[in-house]
């Protein structure tokens, strides 16, 4: 399922950003004339992506102004029924289209104007019908009320090739239980947007949150401290005197030795003058992309891939107290 993920974002650049993302803000804008400094406050917070609903009579309006304004911003259109809605969120310059429930008739139509497609599902049936339009992404909602990520954990075992982007209930508590889940691109939801902060144009709370929902989402944490050792001996001592301190578990590695779950003492000197700074995140691709928007770069030639070509670990860029620091997947 890992491979044919890979596939599908590799063909398409939309679907490959939603992931990266992570967090798809859900709105519902009754004045278009908000819209762009509502926009720019998400950017701002780390989420330069929304779907804009056709709840309202100011969506249409309201995306042409963002398309127009806030290039940046990873533009879509929600609460698509018909045809018409398609080819109007389309031309005011929507990328992808999401629709509450799986209508057939508007998928197809929405697929022959060459549109991403994402409608809601909430049964095996629809995600079948979904699959059999040649859609592996769907929308699952309203996520909490059919089930939760649970059900998707469920439903993964006969339909190991679809994704779902969540949306319906997903908050800041629930967020990372639904992320962690791998079949899972993205969650939309409305937390950070909420209307009474649009209709107070409280933009810096919108910021606050989105920032929040960021760092919730990647959730980072020290995992370890590697330690620079000139020989296999030093690191071997290290080790051991450590366990004994601190009752760490003593491991022996190909190229250190580790005082689980702690510090790792390397056999030859590695990156960084003194050693390196282990942080774990839920997704090391996501993390690198959130990274970037703050101008902190990482070396693509430390790449470190597991069997199925996930990240699993990569360095930043620059020296930190003496440190490198790399990112590895909890």
């Known amino acids: 399922c890992v491979a044919g993920r890979e596939r599908i974002w590799s063909m398409n650049p939309i679907l490959e950003q939603i992931c990266r993302i992570g967090i798809i803000p859900v709105i519902a804008i009754d004045d278009a004339k908000k819209a762009v400094p509502l926009a720019r406050s998400l950017v701002e917070g780390g989420l330069p992506a929304a779907e804009v609903t056709f709840r309202t009579c100011a969506a249409e309006e309201?995306?042409?102004?963002?398309?127009?304004?806030?290039?940046?911003?990873?533009?879509?259109?929600?609460?698509?029924?018909?045809?018409?809605?398609?080819?109007?969120?389309?031309?005011?310059?929507?990328?992808?289209?999401?629709?509450?429930g799986f209508n057939p008739d508007t998928v197809r139509y929405g697929l022959s104007k060459g549109a991403l497609m994402i409608p809601g599902t909430a049964t095996p049936g629809e995600m079948e019908?979904?699959?059999?339009?040649?859609?592996?992404?769907?929308?699952?909602?309203?996520?909490?009320?059919?089930?939760?990520?649970?059900?998707l954990k469920a439903l993964a075992g006969?339909?190991?090739?679809?994704?779902?982007?969540?949306?319906?209930?997903?908050?800041?508590?629930?967020?990372?239980?639904y992320l962690a889940?791998?079949?899972?691109?993205?969650c939309g939801g409305t937390w950070m947007v909420k209307k009474?902060?649009?209709?107070?144009?409280?933009?810096?709370?919108?910021?606050?949150?989105?920032?929040?929902?960021?760092?919730?989402?990647?959730?980072?944490?020290?995992?370890?401290?590697?330690?620079?050792?000139g020989s296999e001996a030093e690191a071997d001592r290290l080790a051991r005197t450590l366990c004994d301190m601190f009752g760490f578990a003593y491991q022996m590695g190909n190229s250190s030795v580790q005082a689980l779950h702690?510090?790792?003492?390397t056999k030859t000197p590695g990156r960084g003058t003194h050693g390196h700074i282990?942080?774990?995140?839920?997704?090391?691709?996501?993390?690198?992309?959130?990274?970037?928007?703050?101008?902190?770069?990482?070396l693509p030639e430390t790449r470190k891939t597991d069997a199925k070509g996930n990240t699993k670990a990569i360095y930043i860029d620059g020296e930190f107290g003496g440190f490198a620091i790399h990112l590895v997947r909890r």
């Not at 409280?202 to 929902?213: C, D, H, K, M, P």
Request: hydrophobic share 50%; net charge negative; aromatic share 6%.
């Open 62 to 100: 309201a995306m042409r102004a963002i398309a127009a304004e806030v290039p940046e911003m990873l533009l879509g259109a929600g609460t698509v029924l018909n045809h018409e809605q398609v080819d109007r969120a389309l031309a005011a310059g929507a990328k992808f289209i999401v629709s509450p």
């Open 129 to 151: 019908q979904a699959m059999a339009l040649g859609l592996e992404v769907v929308k699952f909602f309203p996520a909490e009320q059919n089930g939760g990520v649970a059900k």
């Open 158 to 177: 006969p339909y190991k090739t679809l994704k779902w982007m969540p949306t319906g209930g997903v908050n800041a508590k629930n967020l990372a239980d």
């Open 181 to 186: 889940f791998d079949q899972i691109v993205a």
């Open 196 to 229: 009474d902060l649009i209709q107070q144009e409280n933009w810096a709370e919108i910021t606050r949150l989105s920032r929040e929902a960021v760092r919730t989402m990647l959730g980072f944490s020290l995992d370890h401290v590697g330690v620079n050792c």
């Open 262 to 265: 702690a510090v790792e003492c």
């Open 278 to 298: 282990a942080i774990a995140t839920s997704n090391v691709d996501r993390a690198v992309y959130h990274l970037g928007l703050c101008g902190i770069r990482c």
